[in-house]
Nanobody, 123 residues
Framework: QVQLVESGGGLVLTGGSLRLSCAAS????????MGWFRQAPRKERELVAG????????YYADSVKNRFTISRDNAKNTVYLQMNSLKSEDTAVYYC????????????????WGQGTQVTVSS
């Protein structure tokens, strides 16, 4: 069983930055592909970014490339999402996901989910 707890969400102005963290309660964190997804009101949950087990490979949604960076610290059982140049359309609940297939954009291919953290970008 994997428990995930996100933190770092909040209200930020357009153009600002936030860093999300996701702490995992699991002994084998380094065995897990990790991802970040988001869900805006009245929209489906969508992939934001994914990262390989060792953190040496990443992939992103086109909408966040060159603005967001996913990273992980396996010693701390934590995955991060650094979000820069935030836009109003980035407003959503952001979810951490664990144990997915690397490269997938499908929610059904990740087995564990956090509760989510709200990110609101306001002008």
């Amino acid at each position: 069983q994997v428990q995930l707890v996100e933190s770092g969400g909040g209200l930020v102005l357009t153009g600002g930055s936030l860093r999300l963290s996701c702490a995992a309660s699991v002994r084998t964190f380094s065995n897990l592909v990790m991802g970040w997804f988001r869900q805006a009101p009245r929209k489906e949950r969508e992939l934001v970014a994914g990262i390989s087990r060792r953190g040496d490979n990443t992939y992103y949604a086109d909408s966040v490339k060159n603005r967001f960076t996913i990273s992980r610290d396996n010693a701390k059982n934590t995955v991060y999402l650094q979000m820069n140049s935030l836009k109003s359309e980035d407003t959503a609940v952001y979810y951490c996901a664990a144990d997915g297939r690397y490269g997938t954009r499908l929610t059904r291919e990740y087995d564990y989910w956090g509760q989510g953290t709200q990110v609101t970008v306001s002008s």
